[in-house]
């Protein structure tokens, strides 16, 4: 079945510096699901992308779809504490999301 | 508006017990219903979805079984549990229908000892 893929597995930054994450698949994608863990915590949906070459802004972070739609990314400008937690792209196949690994980040005051 | 409610937060059985995982949403009709499973500092693992009652779709051989005995009920279950079996379950809900993505319950960290 489809697979995403994340990097970087794991991210550790200053505070106020930016993070990136990158999701790729081998295949196109019908659309892109964004999701944010608190340590301790669950899954929380932030954000859907369906149109090639989307990009969305949600305060500090965007989120952007590929033109070809097999990638995408979430970019944080000037993180902070509360950005800490991991972060999943998943993939939608019919009735089920399917996640990818994450890329867990660290934020150092 | 909805509410997805997952019980117990925290288990600790031993090998060879039986589990029965309960999650039930409310503030809606025939949702799509999921069962997911974390291990420590891992991704998240599909286990069972449902799109109706007695409805019940597996995703990876095991230990365990779902079921879905009303519309707003999914229960996991085990009859034996393995030290394997130990983790973080998650249940989900989604309409099925638009861009809203999963809807999380807050989990149960399972230990078997």
């Known amino acids: 079945g489809q697979q995403v893929m994340q990097i970087p597995q794991y991210q550790h930054v200053q505070e106020g510096e930016d993070f990136t994450t990158y999701c790729n698949s081998s295949?196109?994608?019908?659309?892109i699901q964004w999701y944010k863990q608190r340590p301790g915590g669950h899954p929380v949906f932030l954000i859907q992308?369906?149109?090639?070459?989307e990009v969305k802004k949600q305060k500090r972070l965007t989120f952007q779809f590929g033109e070809a739609k097999k990638n995408s990314s979430l970019h944080i400008t000037a993180t902070q504490t509360t950005d800490v937690g991991t972060y999943f792209c998943?993939?939608?196949?019919?009735?089920?999301?399917?996640f990818g690994p994450g890329t867990s980040l660290s934020v150092i005051p | 508006s909805q509410t997805i409610h997952q019980w117990p937060a925290t288990l600790v059985q031993p090998v060879g017990s039986p589990l029965s995982l309960e999650c039930t949403v409310e503030?809606?009709?025939?949702?799509?219903l999921y069962w997911y499973r974390q291990a420590a500092g891992r991704g998240l693992q599909l286990l069972f979805y449902s799109v109706g009652i007695g409805q019940i779709s597996s995703e990876v051989p095991q230990n365990l079984s779902a079921s879905r005995p009303q519309d707003r009920q999914f229960i996991l279950s085990s009859k034996k549990l393995l030290l394997s079996d130990s983790g973080f379950y998650l249940c989900a809900w989604s309409s099925g229908r638009g861009p809203y993505g999963y809807t999380f319950g807050s989990g149960t960290r399972l230990t078997v000892v």
């Open positions: 998943a993939e939608t196949s019919y009735d089920k999301v399917i």
């Open positions: 295949t196109t994608l019908s659309n």
């Open positions: 992308l369906v149109k090639s070459g």
């Open positions: 503030g809606t009709s025939n949702p799509n």
